[in-house]
């Protein structure tokens, strides 16, 4: 059988969500799956940006990235999606790209699909699990099949985010903790559609 195809899709504007992103990933390989790491495309004016020299200098790093596509979600049997969280919501750069998403959604590629969600906040608690559940409320309406982390590892228990992977961007970069709970969820999103995708080929 094929390896599954996992697409983590985020945004980030300093750097946090991309070091989540950069941990799933990682966790997604070791399980053995083909992997997709895109960004969304940043909306914000310059002005905006360069004002804030850590948000400017992230998006130079980030450079050669590539922008996330309609092609990446239609590809995948896994995406998921980072977001810092904006008043306990989906960043808009990331609300705009899934936006785009009507034509796939009407077509039914975006359904029977493993999604989950990640996340970080700039203070403690700071909307990190409302956001993720926001972007549930986008899975349902796409008929995807929604694994969340839960507390089924001992890292879940040190992070405390059954949701999904979250970390407070104001005490530093995200630790060993976050890091191993984004790799950790990324592992039960590949194994979850390993197990669909076996019990597809046995019922074909």
């Known amino acids: 059988m094929d390896s599954v195809k996992v697409a983590i899709i985020y945004y980030s504007s300093t750097g946090t969500v991309h070091a989540l992103a950069g941990a799933a ?102 909307g990190q699990e409302s956001t993720i559940l926001t972007l549930g409320t986008t899975f349902y309406h796409w008929g995807g099949i929604i694994v969340p982390p839960g507390y089924t590892d001992p890292v879940q228990f040190k992070s405390g985010n059954p949701y999904g992977t979250s970390h407070v961007a104001g005490d530093g970069p995200p630790d060993d903790v976050a890091l191993e709970a984004a790799r950790f969820q990324a592992r039960r999103a590949v194994h979850t559609a390993a197990c669909l995708k076996a019990g597809r080929v046995m019922g074909s």
């Open 25 to 126: 990933a990682e966790g997604a390989r070791k399980a053995g799956a083909e992997v997709r790491v895109r960004r969304v495309a940043e909306l914000a004016p310059p002005e905006a940006i360069n004002a804030n020299p850590a948000w400017a200098a992230h998006l130079r790093e980030t450079a050669d990235v590539a922008e996330a596509s309609l092609d990446d979600l239609a590809w995948a049997e896994v995406v998921l999606f980072g977001t810092p969280t904006r008043f306990g919501n989906p960043s808009s750069q990331l609300r705009a790209f899934i936006d785009t998403t009507g034509g796939l959604w009407y077509q039914g590629k975006l359904a029977d699909k493993v999604y989950s969600a990640f996340t970080a906040s700039n203070t403690a608690h700071g």
